[in-house]
């Protein structure tokens, strides 16, 4: 019997959490020779409209404008070739990446959505009840509104070393 040729959706971005999440999916839920689709997706925070001058007063030039893109934007290309990197030994296994813009919290959802994706895999930071009040949390709230499995995937808290000086 031929298994089905899934599209799981991974959100990558540059904590560890992502990491252990992509390299935990690869181990227990993507199988090899199984033809998925693993899509890796990076979600650049929204691009700020800066006004000309900011509250202290300085000018914003435009080199400044593109500096600050052109980090961004190598900071995405480096997210996505360390997720790369971790699925380069995978066998039948298609790897897509794609960098959206925006609210990571909707552009996740509308990805998951338009594209049809069988799973969505994302890491989870972790945080309390006061932090995630404030700072939202991207996991709850696609958990929320994804209508397709969604596996939040939390990484092991570590243990102070213990040192025998």
């Known amino acids: 019997m031929a298994t089905k040729e899934r599209k799981i959706l991974v959100a990558v971005d540059e904590g560890e959490e992502s990491t252990y999440a992509l390299s935990w999916c690869l181990k227990n839920v993507v199988t090899e020779n199984s033809k998925d689709t ?3 997706l990076y979600v650049k925070p929204p691009q700020v409209v800066y006004t000309a001058l900011d509250g202290t007063g300085y000018l914003f030039s435009p080199d400044i404008i593109a500096t600050m893109d052109n980090y961004r934007n190598k900071v995405a290309e480096s997210v996505i070739e360390n997720a790369k990197k971790l699925c380069k030994d995978l066998q039948d296994v298609k790897v897509e990446t794609r960098v959206e813009q925006g609210d990571p919290r909707d ?21 309390g009840l006061i932090k995630r ?3 939202g949390s991207v996991s709850n709230h696609c958990a929320q509104n994804i209508k397709r499995p969604v596996l939040i995937v939390k990484k092991p808290k570590t243990s102070p070393a213990t040192s025998t000086s």
């Open 107 to 127: 552009v996740i959802c509308d990805a998951a959505e338009k594209m049809g994706v069988d799973m969505v895999v994302l890491g989870s930071h972790g945080y």
């Open 133 to 135: 009040a404030f700072l």
């Open 38 to 40: 693993l899509v890796l």
